[in-house]
């Protein structure tokens, strides 16, 4: 079934540690998107990207870093967890600026 | 920059009406989408508008005004399943795509 896949689906990290958030579409969509979403503050855009090669930052992009070496996958990585990255993470995509986005099931990072 | 604003919480009988009002304050656009996001779920797709006007789909219809900023998602015939968060994103450009903080909406019988 086509769609957009995220791993893992929880985790509990020690703080200081690196963690890396995988997603992949196979619907060969040019944009993808990390959102994390937070109590009262919905999704925030942490990093975006137009196009496999290019990449984008959101509203909070500090503590983050993504690449998008091709157009099927958009990993998210935290260098040095900190606890206030607790929250769930969602993944998207989609084919164009005036097209749905298609979101992933999300992974829930408990940052201790 | 972006700024969207929609309620908090809203709160209808089963069968009413419900209207959810968004705003938006963006450097640029490239139209605005209305998303539904269940408990412990991944948003799904409601509703797309890029020009000015009403777009009717079953039991949901989106409103656009660009030169006001605004929007509205109409929510008709409320059924409990549609207690749920109701979230308004905007397309800047460049493939940006921004949220608002969401709408929780709670249907009693």
């Known amino acids: 079934i086509a769609g957009i896949t995220q791993a893992p689906t929880s985790q509990i990290l020690a703080a200081g540690r690196r963690m890396t958030l995988r997603c992949t579409q196979d619907?060969?969509?040019?944009?993808m998107y990390w959102y994390r979403q937070d109590l009262g503050l919905g999704l925030r855009l942490i990093h975006y990207?137009?196009?496999?090669?290019?990449?984008g930052k959101g509203e909070v992009p500090d503590g983050y870093s993504v690449s998008r070496a091709n157009t099927d996958d958009f990993p998210l990585t935290l260098a040095s967890a900190v606890p206030s990255q607790t929250s769930v993470y969602f993944c998207?995509?989609?084919?164009?600026?005036?097209?749905?986005?298609?979101f992933g099931q999300g992974t829930r990072l408990t940052v201790v | 920059g972006q700024n969207i604003d929609q309620p908090t919480e809203m709160t209808a009988t089963e069968g009413a009406i419900v209207q959810i009002n968004c705003t938006y304050q963006?450097?640029?656009?490239?139209?605005l989408f209305w998303y539904q996001q269940h408990a412990g779920e991944a948003p799904t797709f409601l509703s797309y508008?890029?020009?000015?006007g009403l777009e009717e789909k079953g039991r949901f219809s989106s409103f656009l005004s660009r030169s006001k900023g605004y929007s509205y998602l109409l929510l008709k015939e409320l059924q409990m399943k549609d207690s749920a968060s109701y979230l308004c994103a905007v397309t800047e450009g460049d493939y940006k795509l921004s949220f608002g903080a969401g709408t929780t909406v709670t249907v009693r019988a």
């Open positions: 619907m060969r969509h040019n944009a």
């Open positions: 998207a995509s989609s084919a164009g600026e005036r097209t749905e986005a298609f």
């Open positions: 963006t450097s640029g656009f490239n139209g």
């Open positions: 508008n890029v020009l000015d």
């Open positions: 990207s137009n196009t496999a090669g290019t990449t």
